[in-house]
Nanobody, 124 residues
Framework: QVQLVESGGGLVQAGGSLRLSCTTS????????MGWFRQAPGKEREFVAT????????RYADSVKGRFTISRDSAKNTVYLQMNSLKPEDTAVYYC?????????????????WGQGTQVTVSS
């Protein structure tokens, strides 16, 4: 059983930055992928970014492209989400997710394991 633990959420002003971290108890790479999703109150969970094991295997939602960067440290079993130029509409609970095989998936149902979520609040 893979466990995911997120950290790094908080309150930030618009235009600011935050970095989220997600550490796994199991080995996801090289065959699997990890992703970040977010869910705002009253809205469905939506895809933010995902990363595979090979260089260049990243994918982003259009709403965050150019502002957010996903990266990984396989030795530490940790994935990061660097969030810059934050906007109030980025406010949500951010979830880390993992799947054992394949990468590039953007639907929540494609991921087998989930973290507990971390709150990100961007004030205007």
């Amino acid at each position: 059983q893979v466990q995911l633990v997120e950290s790094g959420g908080g309150l930030v002003q618009a235009g600011g930055s935050l970095r989220l971290s997600c550490t796994t108890s199991g080995r996801i790479f090289p065959s699997g992928a990890m992703g970040w999703f977010r869910q705002a109150p009253g809205k469905e969970r939506e895809f933010v970014a995902t990363i595979g094991s090979s260089i260049g295997t990243t994918r982003y939602a259009d709403s965050v492209k150019g502002r957010f960067t996903i990266s990984r440290d396989s030795a530490k079993n940790t994935v990061y989400l660097q969030m810059n130029s934050l906007k109030p509409e980025d406010t949500a609970v951010y979830y880390c997710a993992a799947r054992i095989t394949g990468w590039g998936h953007i639907t929540p149902s494609a991921y087998e394991y989930w973290g507990q979520g971390t709150q990100v609040t961007v004030s205007s």
